[in-house]
Structures are given as C-alpha cells and as structure tokens.
C-alpha cells in the first residue's frame, strides 16, 4: 500500500471539540492546518454517535456571565438558531460547517492515526510525522508539520511519541489536594452510553435481549434517577469502567454499559412500575463516551488549589467554571452518590503552560489530556472548557509556528503575542485588557450619540417575599448613592441592606462586607423606600446588595430586565446538600426580570468608552456601551475619530450576545429565543476619508457576537461610526468592542 504524504503548517489529530476549535483557532490565525478524525462527523462526545451535553462555564446557570465566548460561543450561539429544539444531528452540521467553513483547514474523516515518527533524547522529543489510515478509501496518509496537536482525548499521539504523562489519582501528598486519595491509584472516570426514547401513540411491547442486565440485582434502582420522560444525557450516570482500563478494556466496558442500557429499559418497559406502555426505543448509542485518560505533563500542572482559589496565571488563555466533578470508580454500581461537586466562587483561569508537553518540543495538547491533577481534570474535562483549552492551544501553535519560537519560550518571553492574538479573535478569557498597539480605537476619541445613565426598573409585575434574603448585584460606576426599592410591609419594621464587594471581577456572591444600613419602613402597599446605601470604590466594579430577610415584608418585582444586574435568592442547604450539582448559597431569580428598583446617582457603566479596549466580556462590571432606548434614539451611533488620519484594513465589531443566558447544544434547557435579543441587529459601519463619509459595511438580519468587515483596499480614515438601526429585541443598542485595525486576519 502506498503511502501518501500530506504537509501543513500544524496537524490536529482528534476531531471532538477541542480540536475541531483547535483548527478553527489555528486557521483564523493564518495557519495551514491538518484536521484528523477517527470518526465519520466531528464533535467527539457531542456529537450525535454520542450524544452528551455540551457543558462548560455556566455549570447549568451557577457561575454568571460565564457562557464562553470565541469559536464555542459561535457554536453554541448559531446552534440555538438552527437547532432550537436540540436535534443531534443537527448539531454535527454545526460542527462540521464550521470547519468546512474555514478555507484554510484539509480535513481528513476516518483516519485513524496509529503510527507516529518522533526522535531526540527523552526530555526534548520531536514529532516528525503521524501516520493514518483512512477507511473506506484504503489510504495510508502520513502527516507532517512543525507543530501537532494531540486532542485525541485518550492521548494516544502524545504516548506514541514519548510525552510524559500521569492515569489514575495522583495521592493527597502529591499535591496537597483535600479531595485527592490517601494513596495513588490507578482509579478514573468510567465511560457511558446514554440512549433516546419515543412515544409512539399505541402500545409497544419489549423483548429484552439475551443479555440485558437484570438491575434489581443492583443498586441502580434505588440509588439512580430511572425516569420514563429522561432521554440522553439524563442518564449520565449510566457509567462504568473506572476500576479498569479505559482503553484497554474499552469492549468490555461498552458490553456491559449496553446491558445496563437495556436491562433499564427492561426494567421501565416490563416491571409495571412506570407509565412507558406506548414508549420504545428510538436510539442507544454504540461507542462509549470515555470521560479519562492520560494527562500530560506540561510545564504547569492546574491543581484543586488553582482552581478553587482562582488563580490569576500571568498567561491565562482559558477558563472554566464547571465544578470539580468527581465520580466513584463503581459508576452506575456504586452505593455512594453517582457524583459529587465542588464549585469555585466564580470562573478559574488555565494557564498556556499546561497546554504544552514538559519533554515533546512541538506537541500541544487540547481537551481532557492537558497537564492537571486528576482532581482539577474534573471540571476541565466538560466540553465546552476543552473547547475554549482548543483553540487557545490552537491560537498559539499557529503563533508559535508564524514566529518561529518553541511553546515554552511563547509561553515565558513571548506571551504577549498569544494574548493579543486571543483577544483580537474574541476568545474566552477573563481579566485581559485589550490593549494591541494594531487597533487605532485605542488612540480614539469616542463619543456617542446617546447613553443610557439611569438603572431603574418602576413597573410591577409580580412581587417576592422576603421570608429569606434577597441579593442583587449592581454596577457601581463611579458610586453607590442611594437606592430604592419598591415594597409592602404589613406592619410598621425595619429594612436592612448589606452592601458587599464580590472583589474578583468574575465573581457574583458576597464576599468582603463593606457596610450595613437600615431605614424605618411603615406599614403600607407600594411604596419606595429609599435606604442611603453608599459605596464609592477605587475602581469601577460590581456591589453586591443584600436585603435581609423580614417576613413582614414584600418587594415588587417588574417584568424587564436590567444590563449587568442580577437578582438571587439565599438558602442555606443541608450538609447532604453540599457537594451536589446544583449547590450554591445564592441562587439567581427574575433572569429576565429584576425586582422593582432606583439607583439614584447616574452611572457611568455604560459610557461609550467601555466598547474602546478594556474587556471585552463582563468583568467587574458589563463592560459595554449601551444607548438610551431606541424611543429617544431611534438611530444610536457609536464613533471614533482622530487628529489624523489613521490607516485602516478592518473594522470589527463585537455585539452583545448576553453571556449570562445558558445555551446548550441538544438541550438540558429550552432557551425561549432562537437570536440573542440583546444582539444588535441592523447596522452599518460608515468611514469618513477625505472629508465624505463611505459606507464600509450594511447589514441587516445579523445574529452574531463578533462581525468582521475588512476593506476592500485600506484607507486612510479620520473617523468611522457604527450607526444602530434596529436590535433582536432589547430597547437599546448594546456594544461589548468596537475596533479599527491596520491590519488583517486570514
């Protein structure tokens, strides 16, 4: 058989999300890139050979303004308008549209890399090439490249080439994780295979299968949620292998996941103890979905006390906030709780050094196999986080390769050039300032036609007790001074407010008490009362206020939501509580709603020169300009402009998309709108050159976060406006970045 020699300037092996991002991240930097998967459609564990929710940030609405950003949230934000109802195979067009939708990536579907060509001492390995075969066309494809992507999941690339690399739980001592065991094993998440069923309208009969699993000779039904109305991803706990080899016992395990699979449905169809006479069978999957591997070993290895303590790594380049997310080895057998959770306060960030190999000189890695303990692999490993660990791995192969620096020295000398480069594409990191010399907004004088100044919510249209306190998070920019809320109190009493710095500008609980203020309230329906809450920090950044609990007391609560505020309710759990999914002292209320509120003092949160460098997702505070509402300003405009004329390639624009609302690829939830409605969505972007004003871009229809409008020659501009013309909803425009480069992007 002869072998065909394909080259690029960077070869991803493994087509899940991670490295589907990888590609993508890579290309958009201007990289030839090579993407190879072992399967016929993209997506790995998402995709609908398997079928597992795409999780990530947000842990189902936990963390706050967490949804991610970058080639994921182009994902999740596009799926939520061709595939609202969350069809699997819907979302595998998705996936492979976006791929195919990048001119710069060859990709080459089932091909199974199994050989790969590496060579120098143990501590400084070089891959020279990765070997596959392609199904189905019987070729033998060897790849080459000056830099490789593992994002294989299982790490075979990595393993075949010499990398360094940890199985199993790394000892308590090791690394002085509480949650890490007494001694080292070689104990790991096990795999699962989930399955849909249908209501059919008429009776249905089941014949189990020679081997189906008889599970009332388990603990299953007791211990585990077997519902008729679950489908997929519902039965996540359908899992096992985590007391083997993952890989190596891979037959055994999808053999005995499958027998559970329908010996539960045995169990449904025939025990006489649920309501599934007119339900059958309508998929089961066939190819385990693997939750962990190896690890390899990078510089930096991403441990329990960085992500709880949200480490702030000099070269952050992703983050997570799903919580750390352990199973028992025993799965879907055990007798113990199918998981147990521990969330961060708010998002954690993951360094660039953990996404390179110690001793493999040109090997990244991407998705579940990066460099961290078995503890923080626990909530790095959901997918949506190994998606934006892709392309923040793919983002800085293409640099490094362009460059001509090993990952290490990127990493160390050089990491301004990935930083830059990850902003630039909108990519989801927190607490980065936008600050590329290329972008001429940064030299800019901006001004707005309008800005919307006051926070206020006066209709009512429900109301809440305050049998338990209330929390609301609010901007404060430049202070707190005053505010009101809108109550009944059934007798004379007393209204409390805390006020609370959340201190991380990612986090959204109470965290450093800053003072505590009281006012007399009389007995009485609707009314305002005012309490002299008082705050002026040293920086902009969000107040967390609570109203503490008075059971004679109610607030009213209005219908329309408030940019960057937020409302929860508090409830202590029990200790059998504590280290569940959902657990979480403040719980968010009225998403789309706020309570009946008035900030007295005007804020600048929301001034024009929040879309100029700064950052480009919530972080202390909303971090975007918005207008006043379309009723006073009916054509809001944003504008930059210059002493002189500036060159400019491409002007780019970066929208609101509302990344506290949770998507989901196939759903957990149903989101109740197919486009963002805080999305702008008519507008042009007009240049003014010698002295006329020239329309660059007219869009009408958009649903996009982030639009690109390159020039079709660079000109010599000394201003350029964006002028709103119409929104997905929202009564304002609403805009994250407005940029101007001399430059383009592939």
């Known amino acids: 058989m002869a072998t065909e020699d394909v080259h690029a300037d960077l070869t991803v092996i493994g087509g899940g999300l991670a490295g589907v991002c990888a590609a993508i991240g890579a290309a958009r ?86 050989e790969v060509e590496a060579d120098g001492p143990e501590d400084a390995r070089t891959i020279r090439s990765v070997t596959g075969w392609q199904m189905g066309s019987e070729r033998r494809l060897r790849f080459t490249s000056e830099s490789f992507i593992d994002a294989t999941g299982d790490g075979l690339v990595g393993f075949l080439a010499g990398a360094r690399y940890r199985t199993g739980r790394e000892s308590r001592a090791d690394l002085g994780e509480s949650w890490a065991p007494e001694e080292r094993d070689a104990q790991t998440l096990g795999s699962t295979i989930l399955f849909y069923t249908k209501d059919v309208g008429h009776p249905v009969k089941f014949v189990p299968p020679s081997f189906a699993k008889d599970i009332t000779q388990t603990s299953i039904p007791e211990l585990r949620g077997i519902r008729v109305d679950a489908n997929g991803c519902d039965y996540w706990w359908i899992e096992w292998g985590g007391d083997r080899d993952v890989v190596a016992d891979n037959e055994t395990i999808r053999d005995e996941l499958q027998a559970a699979v329908y010996g539960i449905w045995d169990h449904i169809k025939n025990s006489g103890k649920y309501d599934a006479d007119n339900l059958t069978l309508e998929w089961v999957g066939s190819v385990p979905g693997k939750r962990e591997y190896r690890r390899f070993v990078g510089d930096h290895t991403l441990t329990q006390h960085e992500v709880l303590g949200q480490e702030p790594f000099t070269d952050r380049v992703a983050f997570g906030g799903w919580s750390i997310d352990l199973h028992p080895p025993g ?280 879309a100029v460098g700064g950052y480009a997702r919530p972080f202390g505070g909303p971090q975007m300009w918005i207008s006043q509402p379309l009723a006073h300003d009916p054509e809001p405009t944003l504008s930059l402009a210059w002493d002189e004329p500036v060159d400019l390639a491409e002007v780019a624009v970066i929208f609101d998309d509302d990344l506290d609302e949770d998507l989901i690829n196939l759903h957990h939830h149903r989101t109740p709108f197919d486009v963002l409605p805080t999305l702008v969505r008519d507008y042009r972007v007009e240049a003014e050159v010698d002295g006329g004003w020239h329309v660059v871009a007219d869009v009408t229809d958009n649903r996009h976060r982030h639009r690109r409008h390159p020039l079709e020659l660079p000109v010599s501009a000394s201003a350029v406006r964006l002028v709103v013309t119409a929104t997905n909803g929202t009564d304002s425009a609403r805009v994250v970045s407005l940029r101007a480069w001399a430059d383009t992007q592939s």
Not at 46 to 58: D, I, K, N, Q
Not at 61 to 66: D, L, M, P, S, W
Not at 86 to 108: H, K, M
Request: hydrophobic share 45%; proline share 5%; charged share 20%.
């Open 29 to 114: 930097q201007g990289a030839r890139v090579n993407l190879i998967q072992n399967r016929s459609v993209l997506g790995g564990n998402s995709s609908s050979e398997v079928r597992v929710w795409v999780c990530g940030a947000t842990a189902h609405g936990v963390q706050h303004y967490a949804r991610e950003t970058g080639i994921m949230g182009e994902l999740f934000v596009e799926n939520q308008f061709t595939n609202p109802d969350g069809n699997p195979y819907y979302w595998d067009l998705v996936v492979g549209e976006a791929v195919r939708a990048e001119p710069n990536i060859t990709l080459f579907l089932n091909t199974d890399v199994r």
């Open 331 to 610: 799965g879907m057998y055990a007798t113990e709780h199918g998981s147990r959770h521990w969330h961060p306060d708010g998002n954690y960030h993951v360094p660039l050094r953990s996404l390179y190999s110690q001793n493999v000189t040109n090997m990244w890695m991407a998705g579940r196999n990066i460099s961290a303990s078995h503890v923080a692999f626990g909530t790095t490993r959901v997918m949506a986080t190994c998606a934006v660990i892709g392309e923040a791995a793919g983002v800085a192969a293409a640099v490094a390769v362009a460059d001509g620096v090993a990952p290490r020295e990127l990493a160390t000398a050089r990491f301004e050039l990935v930083r830059r480069a990850l902003v630039r594409a909108d990519a989801a990191v927190l607490g980065v300032v936008h600050d590329d010399p290329a972008d001429g907004a940064l030299t800019a004088r901006v001004n707005a036609s309008s800005t919307l100044r006051t926070l206020a919510a006066q209709t009512p249209s429900g109301i809440v007790d305050l049998a338990t306190q209330v929390g609301l998070l609010v901007p404060v920019d430049p202070a707190l001074d005053g505010i009101e809320f809108l109550i009944d109190a059934a007798v004379d009493t007393e209204l409390v407010l805390e006020i609370h710095d959340p201190e991380l500008g990612q986090n959204y609980i109470p965290r450093n008490l800053i003072d505590t203020v009281s006012v007399a309230v009389p007995a009485g329906e609707k009314q305002w009362v005012r309490l002299p809450a008082q705050w002026r920090p040293a920086s902009a950044r969000n107040a967390f206020l609570v109203l503490r609990a008075n059971a004679h007391v109610r607030v009213h609560t209005a219908d329309a939501p408030l940019p960057g505020v937020l409302t929860f309710t508090h409830r202590d759990p029990g200790e059998d509580e504590r280290y569940t999914e959902q657990w979480r002292e403040w719980k968010q209320v009225l998403q789309r709603g706020s309570l009946c509120v008035r900030l007295e003092a005007p804020t600048d949160a929301y001034a024009a020169e929040r």
